[in-house]
């Protein structure tokens, strides 16, 4: 440390290539979140390298009003303002990918880091983006040509605290640009074993959970532009993401429906296997009034999960097996014309998408050291969705103030197949939106925005077949009559620039919900007929909610140099939300919403010294009754994260760097009654090599 600290004044005298690329673009990317009408933030290269992150969930849990959702240590589940998963939309260069699953989202752990550019966050989006995305957008922008020549390299060696072993990762890049060619190729390799123990007590009887995981992820991501002429392009992009991985449980202790612990002997077995692509097509056309962009996309998933499981029971041992494929396939037109005039841009957009999704799913279920299985559940069923849409926007400016009315239709079909059913849905959606931008003064501006959106359900929660859930005790049941929940929102902010690499923004929001999808429990499977005995759980479509909140977010650098030499990253968010519970009928806050979120960072010298906090407030897990007994309420307890990174730059085109994640080895608390549980997250120490030229 004392060696790096003497050195840092040295560094600051020569040229540091990887410093002028992230700072150029920081300066980009605050440029773009300042120009624009709508409220947004626009995460740089910079930020998205901090800290050794590994995938795009990494990145956004430290956003305001965002948290995610997974195991220890795996973001993958991404939440806006508490809302669950189907409520945003994820959409990677734009388009919202195939590899949806159950509630169309897409894991954000599937997508390296390596992999992007930037990330758009906008949270009441213009009608654009789509009218499929009622707590916001996370526009994922994959790596772009560049103007010259550019190649980079990182080799890293990473262990976590829960495991022995060290867990290699290695990325590369390489991009150029010709006469009339420019092209970028990518790839990315990540291999961890982790160890997610799961310490549980009620006073009287203590037990564990202790999983095993190993996981691989690699990605790569290719695009080439040919100037066809002055005026015209063409580009292709390809993405390719492949995410492979292994669990073993093993457990002595279990969770009861009704509250509780009881002593068990469990152990289980999982694999995981995502694979997905997407290919686009892209001729954009410019006159010297006019744009006309027109894509073709098509995109591929497939997901395979395997899971055996081995329970004992009151009956004795049990052995289940959950055998499920889905194969998910859309193609998408896009056609997208912008005018120029003096004080107006109109923007006008057509769009198709054919999307099916061939879902496989069996249950097997046997009494243990039985040959046999006794009883077979077919979950599979067959779902084609359509939707036809089109949009409209005028861009003007009148003095200081731009503002952008809109209006966005579509037209959406869906139609399903099971072993016994057959059904079919359809829907129009009219959401117009209006976003205001007011210049009070230099470089400080009012923003309003007004917008409505839908919510399309949850693939298996529209389409009535039954998925067993060996390991929660549950059937998840589909309802064909679900209709997509509706948010009409309104958010006011003020932004405030400081030169080219500073801001300070405070926002708020309030959203009205209609047709909010909650689940409720509608029954049990009777053992007395041959059932499982396991809750029947099944969404339905609830009156009405508000969601509501406000943030800070401030960029300030202090002390600058060329090389910018500190700087304080800091927001904090408020949260809050009055749903009607779908069981007893009263009001309550939204699952898991924490009311309190804030991340808080100091970067000294462009990150060659960082330290970084994360905190997320107390969470709830709505309880009720289950056949007249008192579930108590799910409690996560308030957590808080430290990481930490230092960097020295040896030559000027690279770095070493150690990264350290969660510090204080924080454990994750959760309570229910008198059982309360200790999850534990790990500490993670990266040790790398990085290179750009």
């Given at each position: 440390?004392?060696?790096?600290?003497?050195n840092?004044?040295?560094?600051?005298?020569?040229?540091?290539k990887?410093?002028?690329?992230?700072?150029?673009?920081?300066?980009?990317?605050?440029?773009?979140?300042?120009?624009?009408?709508?409220?947004?933030?626009?995460?740089?290269?910079?930020?998205?390298?901090?800290?050794?992150?590994?995938?795009?969930?990494?990145?956004?849990?430290?956003?305001?009003?965002?948290?995610?959702?997974?195991?220890?240590?795996f973001?993958?589940?991404?939440?806006?303002?508490?809302?669950?998963?189907?409520f945003?939309?994820?959409?990677?260069?734009?388009?919202?990918?195939?590899?949806?699953?159950?509630y169309?989202?897409?894991?954000?752990?599937?997508?390296p880091?390596?992999m992007?550019?930037?990330?758009?966050?906008?949270?009441?989006?213009?009608?654009?983006?789509?009218?499929?995305?009622?707590?916001?957008?996370?526009?994922?922008?994959?790596?772009?040509?560049?103007e010259?020549?550019?190649?980079?390299?990182?080799?890293?060696?990473?262990?976590?605290?829960?495991?022995?072993g060290?867990?290699?990762?290695?990325?590369?890049?390489?991009?150029?640009?010709?006469?009339?060619?420019?092209?970028?190729?990518?790839?990315s390799?990540?291999?961890?074993?982790?160890e997610?123990?799961?310490?549980?007590?009620?006073?009287?009887?203590?037990?564990?959970e202790?999983?095993?995981?190993?996981?691989?992820?690699?990605?790569?991501?290719g695009?080439?532009?040919?100037?066809?002429?002055?005026?015209?392009?063409?580009?292709?992009?390809?993405?390719?993401?492949?995410?492979?991985?292994?669990?073993?449980?093993?457990?002595?202790?279990?969770?009861?429906?009704?509250?509780?612990?009881?002593?068990?002997?469990?152990t289980?077995?999982?694999?995981?296997?995502?694979?997905?692509?997407?290919?686009?097509l892209?001729?954009?056309?410019?006159?010297?009034?006019?744009?006309?962009?027109?894509?073709?996309?098509?995109?591929?998933?497939?997901?395979?999960?395997?899971?055996?499981?081995n329970?004992?029971?009151?009956?004795?041992?049990?052995?289940?097996?959950?055998?499920?494929?889905?194969?998910?396939?859309?193609?998408?037109?896009?056609?997208?014309?912008?005018?120029?005039?003096?004080?107006?841009?109109?923007?006008?957009?057509?769009?198709a998408?054919?999307f099916?999704?061939?879902?496989?799913?069996?249950?097997?279920?046997?009494?243990?050291?039985?040959?046999?299985?006794?009883?077979?559940?077919?979950?599979?069923?067959?779902?084609w969705?359509?939707?036809?849409?089109?949009?409209?926007?005028?861009?003007?400016?009148?003095?200081?103030l731009?503002?952008?009315?809109?209006?966005?239709?579509?037209?959406?079909?869906?139609?399903?197949?099971?072993?016994?059913?057959?059904?079919?849905?359809?829907?129009?959606?009219?959401?117009?939106?209006?976003?205001?931008?007011?210049?009070?003064?230099?470089?400080?501006?009012?923003?309003?925005?007004?917008?409505?959106?839908?919510?399309?359900?949850?693939?298996?929660?529209?389409?009535?077949?039954?998925?067993?859930?060996?390991?929660?005790?549950?059937?998840?049941?589909?309802?064909?009559?679900l209709?997509?929940?509706?948010?009409?929102?309104?958010?006011?902010?003020?932004?405030?620039?400081?030169?080219?690499n500073?801001?300070?923004?405070?926002?708020?929001?309030?959203?009205?919900?209609?047709?909010?999808?909650?689940?409720?429990?509608v029954?049990?499977?009777?053992?007395?007929?041959?059932?499982?005995?396991?809750?029947?759980?099944?969404?339905?479509?609830?009156?009405?909610?508000?969601?509501?909140?406000?943030?800070?977010?401030?960029?300030?650098e202090?002390?600058?140099?060329?090389?910018?030499?500190?700087?304080?990253?800091?927001?904090?968010?408020?949260?809050?939300?009055?749903?009607?519970?779908?069981?007893?009928?009263?009001?309550?806050?939204?699952?898991?919403?924490?009311?309190?979120?804030?991340?808080?960072?100091?970067?000294?010298?462009?990150?060659?010294?960082?330290?970084?906090?994360?905190?997320?407030?107390?969470?709830?897990?709505?309880?009720?009754?289950?056949?007249?007994?008192?579930?108590?309420?799910?409690?996560?307890?308030?957590?808080?994260?430290?990481?930490?990174?230092?960097?020295?730059?040896?030559?000027?085109?690279?770095?070493?760097?150690?990264?350290?994640?969660?510090?204080?080895?924080?454990?994750?608390?959760?309570?229910q009654?008198?059982?309360?549980?200790?999850?534990?997250?790990?500490?993670?120490?990266?040790?790398?090599?990085?290179?750009?030229?």
């Amino acid at each position: 440390m004392f060696f790096l600290l003497n050195n840092v004044q040295a560094q600051d005298t020569i040229v540091i290539k990887e410093i002028i690329v992230e700072g150029n673009a920081l300066q980009n990317a605050i440029e773009l979140q300042k120009e624009a009408i709508p409220s947004k933030i626009v995460i740089s290269k910079k930020d998205i390298s901090n800290f050794g992150n590994h995938t795009a969930g990494d990145v956004l849990k430290r956003m305001p009003r965002i948290f995610v959702q997974g195991p220890p240590s795996f973001n993958r589940n991404i939440m806006i303002a508490g809302l669950d998963k189907q409520f945003q939309s994820v959409l990677v260069d734009g388009n919202r990918p195939a590899g949806g699953e159950d509630y169309r989202d897409l894991k954000l752990d599937r997508i390296p880091v390596d992999m992007i550019d930037e990330i758009e966050i906008i949270y009441n989006p213009s009608v654009e983006y789509g009218g499929d995305a009622a707590a916001g957008v996370i526009n994922i922008k994959l790596k772009e040509t560049p103007e010259k020549r550019s190649y980079s390299a990182n080799i890293a060696m990473a262990n976590t605290s829960t495991h022995t072993g060290v867990n290699p990762e290695f990325n590369a890049s390489y991009g150029d640009k010709l006469k009339k060619i420019s092209f970028v190729t990518a790839y990315s390799y990540n291999r961890f074993n982790r160890e997610n123990y799961n310490a549980i007590t009620n006073g009287k009887i203590s037990g564990s959970e202790d999983e095993n995981i190993k996981v691989h992820i690699q990605g790569f991501t290719g695009t080439i532009n040919y100037l066809i002429s002055d005026r015209s392009i063409l580009k292709y992009k390809y993405f390719f993401s492949d995410y492979a991985e292994d669990q073993s449980l093993l457990a002595n202790i279990k969770l009861r429906t009704q509250g509780g612990l009881s002593l068990t002997a469990d152990t289980s077995t999982n694999n995981i296997v995502r694979r997905l692509q997407s290919h686009l097509l892209q001729l954009s056309t410019s006159g010297n009034h006019w744009k006309w962009t027109n894509t073709v996309s098509y995109g591929q998933n497939y997901d395979s999960k395997i899971r055996e499981q081995n329970q004992l029971k009151s009956i004795g041992s049990e052995v289940t097996l959950e055998n499920e494929i889905q194969h998910n396939n859309e193609a998408i037109l896009n056609s997208a014309f912008t005018c120029f005039l003096k004080k107006h841009r109109i923007k006008t957009g057509l769009r198709a998408s054919d999307f099916r999704r061939i879902y496989n799913r069996l249950t097997y279920t046997k009494p243990g050291g039985a040959m046999f299985w006794s009883e077979v559940v077919d979950g599979s069923y067959d779902l084609w969705e359509n939707r036809f849409g089109g949009y409209v926007a005028d861009e003007f400016c009148i003095g200081n103030l731009e503002a952008e009315p809109a209006l966005r239709l579509d037209y959406d079909t869906r139609r399903y197949e099971t072993t016994s059913d057959k059904g079919n849905y359809e829907y129009i959606s009219l959401n117009p939106s209006l976003h205001i931008k007011y210049s009070a003064a230099k470089d400080l501006f009012l923003k309003a925005d007004l917008a409505r959106q839908i919510s399309r359900p949850p693939f298996n929660q529209q389409v009535p077949v039954d998925k067993i859930k060996n390991k929660k005790e549950t059937i998840e049941r589909g309802n064909k009559n679900l209709k997509p929940a509706r948010l009409q929102t309104i958010s006011l902010g003020t932004e405030k620039y400081f030169g080219n690499n500073s801001y300070l923004t405070v926002r708020g929001f309030y959203s009205i919900m209609r047709d909010l999808i909650e689940s409720r429990q509608v029954g049990f499977d009777d053992k007395t007929i041959g059932g499982t005995g396991y809750r029947i759980i099944q969404a339905i479509n609830v009156d009405s909610g508000l969601v509501y909140g406000a943030d800070v977010d401030a960029h300030i650098e202090f002390l600058k140099s060329v090389t910018n030499k500190l700087s304080l990253n800091s927001n904090f968010s408020y949260l809050g939300s009055e749903v009607r519970d779908a069981t007893s009928g009263n009001m309550r806050r939204l699952n898991e919403q924490p009311r309190w979120i804030t991340n808080n960072s100091v970067d000294y010298f462009n990150s060659i010294l960082k330290l970084q906090m994360n905190y997320i407030d107390k969470r709830f897990l709505a309880g009720g009754t289950d056949e007249g007994t008192l579930v108590n309420t799910l409690v996560y307890e308030p957590y808080m994260q430290w990481d930490a990174r230092i960097k020295y730059f040896f030559k000027p085109y690279a770095s070493i760097y150690l990264n350290a994640c969660n510090i204080f080895d924080q454990h994750l608390k959760i309570s229910q009654g008198d059982v309360r549980e200790s999850e534990t997250v790990g500490r993670d120490i990266r040790v790398g090599i990085s290179m750009i030229f």
